[in-house]
């Protein structure tokens, strides 16, 4: 395979598009400059990962990149570096001059690294630029949204697979090992970016049976027990049987940028309450994509949720029965907990071209996990157009 | 599975074993307290993984858990928590102490999280504690030892599979994918702890003839073009041809410690430099596991195999050719890059206990990738042991 030299892989067009959104939100903020080092912001701004920075100033809408890694970069606005002390020498030679208030990723980036990187700049007002971001990369342009749009088309061919890889006698592992085989050979990139000091994720979460109700210290809508408790959340080892809910939520990182799809599927006739829960789902689902407009608050979408679970008598079992998660949606993109959040205490105002995984799940003792998630567009004056297709019953394995 | 409910899951002589390794490096520098909260960390004074914080007290050995989730631990020094602020009340409550100076992990952490750690005790001093830990961690106790020696078994038992899952025609990713199917089939866990801001990997590695020479923006040994920019390290697509090198770097965590193993496979006839360099990679194992000892420097390793390296003429070609990695041995356990580091200018001197990845690799144009990586203990009175002991020739495919 051959790739660019260039250190922007974007069109000229694509980085305008997404620099503007950022330094809009910077000037809002009083932001002069920023400097960027997280993966998923140098990927959002660059289309590649680099070891370095990327040096933003908002009153030009001008970016520099420092480059420590990879050695082969180039570009008109690329310097090389062997550490972030160099940069402000190439800075005074070549005339750039930078902002009073210098944003850093203080929600990314350890304490010591902000440390170091605050005394490089120690001449200026030192402040965070996380948020702004996040912002950003909350609303997704027309090319991000093709991106999520085909790796949502990728996921749903593999997860038509899914029955047919099961096996009798096969644990809810062996069953995972085999859809992320499946994942993989159709070109998903085998590794997913989440954001948070101590999120670990799998490529593919399976829970099938009571292992649904296994509370996990990860912030997660679903649990369970894991193989080992060095990772404790996932798939245990629980051998699918009769009655059981097969939980499959895998994640779709096909081009990346990611789609968030959960399925259920069951061995056997599951209970009643089981199937009412799992239809509640795809109708909180359903319900909350045709109100979700630009405009409306996040929270209002969960207070939705919670209000058709009541209806249904259902509350003790919505998202998680021993442990409750305290969401049932997110954004998703480069990293799969993106904004907006879909939460009760949310500040998120939706916007057009938000990306959004709603998760409204349950769990019920005896027979496990059971709802949908699907992957959805925030869009003006219509419904949110669902980018995750799969069908949404519970198939038989 | 069922496991217990208890915070610690370590015998109680483990954990003594522990926390004093990490309380008398406390002493040393003179800090009353931590406050651990990093996964990696926990794991290593627990034996599992909480959403939560642990507080260390360096002159009594005492140690608290304060957990947000899961929500069903218990233990006579458990506190559930909601949030970090709930700590000070808790500890007024139950006459809890703490010392004058707090240490917290300021390179794990975010700037963010340190920041408002740093306000729950804002009466105190508060200074780093990752030296202390990363150095507890790099001395093992016999039962981690026991726990790495495993997944050297196991990973072992899969290297011996990999030429029987090769077939004709096969890119680099193909047999990525099912040497990582076999490893899960065989029980490794599926994810890996790497320390680093930036810092991500895939279950296996796999570089196949001049995608070798490609350089990534990160810092492991080799390079690599990766599938796609979003991930630009290792397997590229590369179809396996004759002449080529196929290097496998797996990581073997199957039992929450890792090991870490390099071998090469090659399809048809290798120039002889890549051979000869190949046995030069041995033979830099070979003597820098014979005088490794307790005591010993660890940058005395980097210059030695320099000096071997020399001898041959290999210089050119050693840690990349392209690109060069700046070091070529890490500590290994619970995360893949531990302490001590095998690098020109580390400070590290070799403890009994250590377990040390060596990794001296060339890159050779034309031909790829050659050299081992094998996963040795520091011993006293006596040469490294292996615990990595696949073929170390290069097998054909």
Redesign the interface.
Known sequence: ?S?SNSTI?LSPEELSLRLSHVTKLMRTDGIGSALI???ANI?YLT??????YLLIDSQSNSMWAFV?????LEGPTTFAIRKPEDIPAILAENGITIGEKVG?E??????????RLSKVFEDREIC?I?HVLLAARSVKTPTEIALIAESGIRQTEVYRKIPSLYQPGMTD??L??EI??QL??AGC???F?IAG??M????ANILVGDNAD??????FAM?G?G??????VGA???VIKRGHTVMVDANGNF??YMTDMTRVFAFGEISDMARRAHECSRKICHTLAEIARPGIEAKYLFEKAIEIVKEEGLEDYFMGH??HAGFIGHGVG?QINEHPVIAPRSRDILREGNVIALEPKFVIPGTGAVGIENTYVVIADSPMQCLTTAPEEILSL
Chains 1, 2 share one sequence.
């Open positions: 395979m790739r892989l080092n997280d993966n990927y289309g590649r990962v680099i070891d370095g420590r890694r990879p050695s082969n850093l203080r929600d990314n980036s350890s304490w010591s690294t902000i440390h965070n996380d592992i062996d995972q090992i992320e085989r993989r050979l990139l085998g590794q970016r000091d101590s670990e994720l799998f490529m296994n509370p996990s210290p990860y912030d649990g027990h193989a080992h408790p060095s990772l404790p245990d080892g629980t081009t990346g021993r442990q480069i």
